[in-house]
């Protein structure tokens, strides 16, 4: 069965500093691939979609992410965090059919000003 | 706001009781999900329809758990004779029909329901 992992629960960054957070998959077929953000007391918003073409991908607020197949992995960055960066991320891969997702445990990003 | 819109924001009841959640999709959406969240984790999936079709159920969905979605619109999610083990907080997201080629059309999520039972 396909699962998602995303290896940091908790990260704790001062403004200005650079973002890396980790997401593995198991499936090794053809995969579409995406993170969610939920900012506090919002609902969970799209950041950023891999569905095919450059492996490298470009979301909002100046997120991007790489997909590496040989590594399974499709990991989030960004140069420079801001304090409004402060949210919980969540990589996410579809199974089957019907468009449902499985979602990783999050990441919990916290941005000191 | 045209959103995916949930009520209650918020249900404490106590142990036993039924509860039903409601969602509104987004109106030009045809599929509907519900998830359910607990503090640490990510979202684990519950069921999805198809129009009023309900098309999967996950494993997690006791027997306790009830969904419809009877005219295609709006969907329910009741959980009967609850326990301290449902609270937690219940996501509905809805999505366009899948469009051609590859792809999944991403899902647009609800602020949710958080169930407390105490």
Known sequence: AQSVSQHNHHVILSEAASLELGCNYSYGGTVNLFWYVQYPGQHLQLLLKYFSGDPLVKGIKGFEAEFIKSKFSFNLRKPSVQWSDTAEYFCAVPYNQGGKLIFGQGTELSVKP | ?118
């Open chain 2, 1 to 118: 706001d045209t959103g995916v819109s949930q009520d209650p924001r918020h249900k404490i009841t106590k142990r036993g009781q039924n509860v039903t959640f409601r969602c509104d999709p987004i109106s030009e959406h045809n599929r509907l999900y519900w998830y359910r969240q607990t503090l640490g984790q990510g979202p684990e999936f519950l069921t999805y329809f198809q129009n009023e079709a309900q098309l999967e159920k996950s494993r997690l969905l006791s027997d306790r758990f009830s969904a419809e979605r009877p005219k295609g619109s709006f969907s329910t999610l009741e959980i009967q004779r609850t326990e301290q083990g449902d609270s937690a907080m219940y996501l509905c997201a809805s999505s366009p029909r899948d469009r051609p080629g590859p792809g999944n059309s991403p899902l647009h999520f609800g602020n949710g329901t958080r169930l407390t039972v105490t």
